[in-house]
């Protein structure tokens, strides 16, 4: 029988993880009589999946973050060092940070397009309005207060790292990527002889962690069960999503459809015009990438999928992918600039706060920087969008009218972050001539497994 690919068996624990979510939801808390009326238990199912199903889920995603550091650290140095030509990163990192940034800012716009054409929450009764902002109040000044030291300004001032040790300790990416940067320049500075042990000492343990990347894959299907499982019950557990869902209806699809279009019509069209590889053969080949974005929501923890699939199933040279895709991963955010932009107009609307044509190309430029400064991990966009608001002049603690629902709209902006940081490496590989046909034919079923494994 033929061996089913990593990505059908991901689906399967994702599909699995919805139905054992709710599955746990619909049994809700159920009393067990024992032997008596006096002797009973009581069952309380979504609680046992956050509390015997989700820990596997946590477990599948510290096995991811454990290597994202290192293997950001690896194979940046070995990637930029082995380029061995200053004028070739230079080259590189220059079209790299263009396409990320313009990127960005045409996802923002056509988010932009999209809500205000769509116009949502122009039409929320009040009611409904006061009520959510009273439930969402304090999680929502949570996290106003933790923005409040965060200026953008500051942040690019930290992306040097006073101790490069404490950034890997404390997992701060864009320093770590800031520090492998330099030390791949100052190698390809030495004198080749000598520089070239430690670039081969580099590239080993890159490939060692990409080794692990592939042993972690093995139980991905499980991982992904339990975080799609967890997710359900979570939200589902006080009976408000599906109001809360039909209410938000049209801001939820304005988010989705405009992120579906920047994929359609951006990614596309770079993939076209730029590279000369059939485009199946890109989004087949980042499947199981983007299906470990929407199920852990951390661009972070899905980058050693994300340049797996790049180099294995793409065809990106793991020069270019060591060095496009870890800063992809920290400063590329199409999803969350895009998301940031509806979200801002939104919350607008519902303030019934009418934003001009000026301020909504501030919201391009605030959202772009944003965007760039927000951590690859759940949840940062939504924290970052106060910084959009505060700008426009929109009151933050907006941000409560669409907590409620954020999650999802994570999971699906995550897929879109990471496809385009990967679009961006094809993109920049071919134009270097360093995109490569992994297949040697037009690629079947078991090539876009980065882990050849199925459970
Ligand atoms: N979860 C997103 C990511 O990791 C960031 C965000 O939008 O919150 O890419």
Redesign the pocket.
């Known amino acids: 029988m033929r061996k089913l690919a990593l990505h059908w068996w991901i689906l399967i624990g994702m599909a699995l993880g919805v139905g054992a979510g709710l599955l746990a939801l619909q049994l809700g808390r159920v009393v067990v009589v024992a032997t008596s009326p006096t002797s009973f238990v009581e069952l309380d199912f979504p609680g046992m999946v956050l509390r015997y199903v989700a820990p596997f889920g946590d477990l599948f995603m510290n096995l991811l973050r454990m290597i994202a550091v290192p293997l950001v650290l690896f194979s940046l140095v070995a990637g930029v060092a082995s380029l061995n030509d200053t004028a070739k990163v230079k080259r590189i990192g220059t079209r790299t940070i263009v396409l990320y940034l313009l990127t960005t800012a045409v996802a923002i716009s056509i988010g932009l397009v999209v809500v205000n054409l769509i116009g949502p929450g122009r039409d929320l009764s009040g009611d409904f309005v006061d009520r959510l902002r009273e439930r969402f109040q304090s999680s929502a000044q949570q996290k106003i207060a933790s923005t409040a030291q965060v200026s953008i300004i500051q942040q690019l001032i930290d992306v040097v790292p006073k101790n490069p040790f404490e950034a890997l300790a404390r997992g701060e990416m864009l320093q770590v990527v800031f520090f492998a940067l330099m030390l791949g320049i100052a190698l390809t500075r030495l004198d080749a002889m000598r520089a070239g042990h430690a670039v081969r000492v580099f590239e080993i343990l890159s490939d060692a962690v990409i080794e692990i990347v592939h042993l972690i894959m093995k139980i991905a299907p499980f991982g992904v069960f339990a975080l799609i499982a967890k997710v359900v019950a979570d939200m589902g557990q006080d009976g408000s999503v599906g109001p809360l869902f039909r209410a938000l209806g049209w801001y939820i699809v304005s988010v989705v459809l405009a992120l579906v279009l920047h994929a359609a019509l951006v990614y596309t069209a770079l993939l076209k015009f730029m590279t000369k590889m059939p485009l199946m053969r890109f989004f087949r080949g980042m499947v199981p990438a983007q299906l470990l ?1 929407f199920s852990s ?4 923890a899905t980058l050693p999928v994300t340049m797996r699939c790049a180099e294995k199933n793409v065809g990106v040279d793991e020069e270019v992918s060591g060095f496009v895709l870890p800063l992809g991963a920290t400063i590329n ?1 199409d ?2 600039g895009l ?1 940031q932009g509806v979200a801002a107009v939104f919350i607008a609307n519902v303030y019934k706060h009418d934003l001009g044509f000026q301020q909504q190309l501030e919201i391009v430029l605030t959202a772009t920087l944003a965007s760039i400064g ?9 924290v970052m969008l106060i910084i959009v608001l505060q700008q426009i002049g929109v009151d933050p603690m907006g941000i409560g009218l669409i907590m409620g629902v954020d999650r999802p709209l ?1 999971m699906c ?2 897929v879109l ?2 496809t385009g940081d990967a679009t961006v490496a094809t993109v920049v590989a071919a134009k270097e001539g360093m995109l490569h046909d992994p297949t040697g034919d037009d690629g079947d079923e078991e090539r876009d497994d980065p882990g050849e494994a199925a459970p």
């Open positions: 974005a929501s951390s661009s972070g955010m999803g969350t998301y927000t951590a690859a991990v759940p949840g940062v966009g939504l994570d902006r995550t972050n990471i």
